[in-house]
Each structure stands twice: as structure tokens, then as C-alpha cells.
């Protein structure tokens, strides 16, 4: 069977003890988790969802910028913290599964290992704001 | 493939009339391939006896390590074939961005903690970084993987000749992680553990001595029947044991893994604590010396 890098592991567990929404990147950029305060931001469990790719996760969630326009998905922290190795930061709007917006700053960190960049991790900071159109 | 366990004891060395029958050198177990090649998987204190009883003619041997943490290294130069000219000794190990697995052993192969340096040795000793994929050594294939433990750290799989032996001596994988509902790929270890014949792994810590140890890098005794039980290891070997627990107290521990284990529907004879000079023949049935749990 293939075996999730032990970094991803580690961060998996780690996140599953966090009270802020966090969600993990593979190596290619798919989703693998999340924890479950980024479940009750969302409306959605992980385990409900399960694993998804960009288009799947970008028509059921946004993200969206300040004019309510989507984020192209190369623009998002996460997949340029996968793909070009380094921290990324944006402000952006969430839908969740109720049709709720909210407005989020999002930190992202490339997961780098001796094999290189095996994923990335990003964390949400709600900021109270509903993300005004959308 | 023959498996011996020249040392059981985790942590540091723990001699004396109180740990007799399970042994109080550290990690060091010795693997006899089918074509008679030799393996030892880490070189604690354990690995000055397998030395003692090699044969003085000439000799290539491989020593895996699963990290450097002392207690699997301490034997390094207490390891009688390492200071014969005729020996070769290739040494693998887990890489580390900080230096070479030369350089990292060289700290404790060398003063003030040794009375020699490693380019002292007489013997043709090497350094290689362990891949984090399948290679051979003589018939067998291996293949290893980084495990949860503190600081780089590997497991060891070995097959040859239709069996497999997983070792894992010292592991964390329930840290922060529920073994009963992960899926299998997200479970640290799984993949070198899965079926295996023989699945050597850390069993340091009861149940309720863990608590007080969160994160130390070592499983609950919870954590490794869980583990053993999701890896589907046809018989599993608690090892690493704490330098605090006597024979009596192990005895007792290894009760309780027995009793768990029939609980959840397992064979009781499918697994124990591992006893320094304990010998397997995979995939025949182990063959324990007498007055060993």
C-alpha cells in the first residue's frame, strides 16, 4: 500500500489537536484534511467529504476574493506554498455548505523534508467578517 | 531467515538480578539471511555479544540503524569485528540535513566519550544514508521508512525467502492519532508492519504509565496492540522495554498484552515481550529460551 510521508502524518495529528481551522495539502495539491473546526467553518466534515481536488473544493467553497470574484486556485496560499515552496498569506472568503460567507485570513507553510516539498499546511483566521458580495 | 534479539532493553543499559530473564542490553537484533548473510538491525549494547559470537574469519556485515539515539549505538565499540582487519562493515542509517551519518556517529566514536575515532577501526567500515525505498542486500529485499519518534528516526522491513520481518523498535504512532479509526496509508509504520511474519515493536510503556510520557517518542501498550492489530502481523514481539521494569514487572506486562489481545479475538501465543537471546525461525514459530515469558 502507499504510505502518507511521515510529515504529513505528523501534521495530520497535530491539526486533529487544533482548535483552528486547518487543512493539509499533498504533494500534487490535493486535499487530504482537515480538522474538525475547519469542518464547523465549512458546515462539512472531512470525513463526509473526504479527499478532493482543486475544482471539486472551489465549486462547493470559494474561496473568493473581497468583489466576491473566485480565487484562481494557482492563487491560493496553500497551492503556492506547495508549488513554489514558501509561506503565502491572503485575505479571502469562505463559503460553507449553508451558503454563509466568511471572511478569513489564510497562513500557508510549505511541508519541506529532506525528499523536498511534501505538501503544505494552511490555517484560517476567521475575522468575523460575512465576505460582503458573493 | 533465523532472527535473534541480542538486546530488548530501551533507554539505557539496565543490568542486573532483577532483569535476568529479559535482558538489560539495549536494542540490537541479529538477522541470518537465507544465503547466510549477515544483517544487525541497530547496534546498542546487545550488538557486543552478537560480535562475541561471530566467527573470527573473514566477515561482511551490514548494521541498520533505526536512528542514533544512544542506546542504539552504544555497542559500536564494544563490536569485536569492527577491530579485525578482515571484517567490512557497512553501516545504513537515516540522513540528516545537519551532517553525514559519518560525522553524526563520529561524535560519540570519538573523545571525550571514546577511546577511538571511527578512521581508527581496523576493520573496512562505510556510511551510507538508508534510502527511503526498496533496496537488496544478498537475497533479501529491504525497505524503510520514517516512523514517529523524536528526531529522524526509520523502520526496517526485511523479506527473504518468503517471509518478512518489520522492526520498529522505538515508535509513537497513537501520539496525537486514534489507531482504532485512522485510515491505514495516514498510520505511521503501516506500510513496512503490514503482514508482516515477525513485527518487532516498541512496547515500552503500560497503559497507565504513557500519560506521564506524551511524546516522548515510545507507544502504550494500547498503542502497539492497536498498531500490531491493524498491521495484521502474523506474531508480534514487544520490545524496547523500559530499563524501570524487572522480570516480574515484564511478566505481568506481558499479561495484560496477551490478555488484551485474546480480548480482541487474537491468538494469545501470537504475542509477547521479546527476551535477550530469544531466536525466531521465519516463518516457523519462535523458539524461546526457557523461563521466558
Redesign the interface.
Known sequence: MTQRPLELILARNLMSALSTPAFLVDQGGLLVFYNEAAGTLLGKRFEELGTVGPEEWGSLFGPFDESGDPIPYDELPLVAAVREGRPAHAGLTIRSTDGTLHRVEASALPILTAHGTQGAIAVFWPTGGNGGAA | MKVKLWGTRGSVPSPGPETIRYGGNTSCVGVTLSDGSLLALDAGTGIRNLGLALPEEPTRLHILLTHLHLDHIQGLVFFAPAFRPQTEIVIWGP???EASLRDRIARYVSAPLSPVEVRELPCDVSFRHTP?AEWEIGPARIRS????HRGPTLGYRIEDAGASLAYIPDHEPG???DLDALE?????G??LA?GASLLIHDGQYTDAEYPGHVGWGHSALGHSLAFARRAGAERTVLFHHDPMHGDEFLDRHAEAAREAWAGAGGDRAAIGLGAEGEEHSLPALVDQPAGTA
Open positions: 540522513a540528516s540535513p527511503e521508512a520514517s516512523v514517529a501520539l496525537g492519532a491505514e496509508e495516514w498510520i505511521s503501516f506500510a503490514e
